[in-house]
Nanobody, 115 residues
Framework: QVQLVESGGGLVQAGGSLRLSCAAS????????TGWYRQAPGKQRELVAT???????NYADSVKGRFTISRDNAKNTMYLQMNTLAPEDTAVYYC?????????WGQGTQVTVSS
């Protein structure tokens, strides 16, 4: 089992920045990929960014150049630095982890961008 806890969401004006954190615990040694997803009201959950065990990253086109995913292995924590935020980035952001035994999700953190 892997437990994930997100933090860092909040209300920010358009053009501003936020940094989300995802603290992992449990069977973290077996994680092969972690990532961030988001779900806006009335929409399906969508991929934002991922980082695999080798450090390779992948981004949704809508966030390329604005968001940066990273991790601190010593702290068992993953981050999402979000810059130049826009109202369309408003959503609940979820942390995700995959290992040999399954897929795990955090409880989500709300990000609201005002115009």
């Amino acid at each position: 089992q892997v437990q994930l806890v997100e933090s860092g969401g909040g209300l920010v004006q358009a053009g501003g920045s936020l940094r989300l954190s995802c603290a992992a615990s449990g069977s973290i040694f077996s994680i092969t990929r972690t990532g961030w997803y988001r779900q806006a009201p009335g929409k399906q959950r969508e991929l934002v960014a991922t980082i695999n065990s080798g450090g390779s990253t992948n981004y949704a086109d809508s966030v390329k150049g604005r968001f940066t995913i990273s991790r601190d292995n010593a702290k068992n924590t993953m981050y999402l630095q979000m810059n130049t935020l826009a109202p369309e980035d408003t959503a609940v952001y979820y942390c995700n982890a995959i290992n040999l035994y399954g897929t795990y999700w955090g409880q989500g953190t709300q990000v609201t961008v005002s115009s």
